[in-house]
């Protein structure tokens, strides 16, 4: 099984960048999915989620900026990131979030004032 994050990187205040999280070994389009992140000294939180059916969730600091989606027949999670904010800054990683548990490695984005 392996959960394979990318997209991250270094971004202006403001601007956008779109994660992707590739599932493999696993039956995908069964799994609630989540992304978490981590800012530095911070705990990891619960970023967005997406049930098997479509359905969302959102922590409130993103609401309105960030989306998740999903594509069953790649076998892939999203995460669109506009306006951008400092705060945003962290690790950002992927999680099964029904089922057996599964993390992705994580990655990295970071937000320039």
């Known amino acids: 099984v392996q959960l394979q994050a990318s997209g991250g990187g270094l971004v202006q205040a403001g601007g956008s960048l779109r994660l992707s999280c590739a599932a493999s070994?696993?039956?995908?389009?069964?799994?609630?999915m989540g992304w978490y992140r981590q800012a530095p000294g911070k705990q990891r939180e619960l970023v967005a989620r997406i049930t098997s059916g479509g359905g969302r969730n959102y922590v409130d600091s993103v609401k309105g900026r960030f989306t998740i989606s999903r594509d069953n027949a790649k076998s892939t999670v999203y995460l669109q990131m506009n306006s951008l904010k400092f705060e945003d800054t962290g690790v950002y990683y992927c999680?099964?979030?029904?089922?057996?548990?599964?993390w992705g490695q994580g990655t990295l984005v970071t937000v320039s004032s």
């Open positions: 070994g696993i039956g995908f389009s069964v799994y609630d």
């Open positions: 999680r099964t979030e029904s089922g057996l548990d599964y």
